[in-house]
């Protein structure tokens, strides 16, 4: 065998194997694996004044929806993913309830990084969203639904 077929055959082989790693997060269809029938608890983000373990804050995606609690109040709206790692949130709704100075400020910095964010990675238990600079601003540990 030649030096040019072993090259042509490494490419190849390259090549297959790079399609297999790109495909291995896509459905039949092609397209990114959803977030649908997931749940999350928000365990990291992007403010520095405020534990995000210390509130309860939760994400659930359900037939290209989101929802959860937001520290105090609930919320929901559309969410989109694809192509690629992008990630955007469409309107959210909440609920108007008053609490403690403290938890209305997590849940407004949490609103605000979600609506922010732009991509996402999945990484086994751990979900990150990422704004539109390529920063962490969210890190969810799973939860059982």
């Not at 997931?38 to 037939?63: C, K, Y």
């Not at 959860?68 to 559309?78: F, L, R, W």
């Amino acid at each position: 065998m030649g030096t040019r077929t072993v090259l042509m055959r490494t490419i190849i082989v390259v090549a297959a194997l790079a399609a297999v790693i790109a495909l291995a997060d896509c459905d039949a269809l092609g397209n990114r694996a959803s977030l649908d029938g997931t749940a999350w608890r928000l365990t990291g983000w992007a403010v520095n004044s405020l534990d995000p373990q210390g509130f309860t804050i939760t994400a659930e995606f359900d037939d290209g929806n989101i929802g959860g609690t937001s520290a105090v109040n609930s919320y929901g709206g559309e969410y989109r993913t694809g192509p690629g790692n992008d990630f955007s949130v469409g309107e959210i709704a909440q609920t108007l309830i008053a609490g403690p100075e403290a938890d209305m400020r997590a849940e407004t910095a949490y609103l605000e990084l979600l609506r922010a964010a732009a991509s996402y990675r999945l990484n086994g238990t751990t979900l990150t969203l990422y704004d539109d600079a390529g920063n962490e601003s969210l890190i969810f540990t799973a939860t059982a639904r």
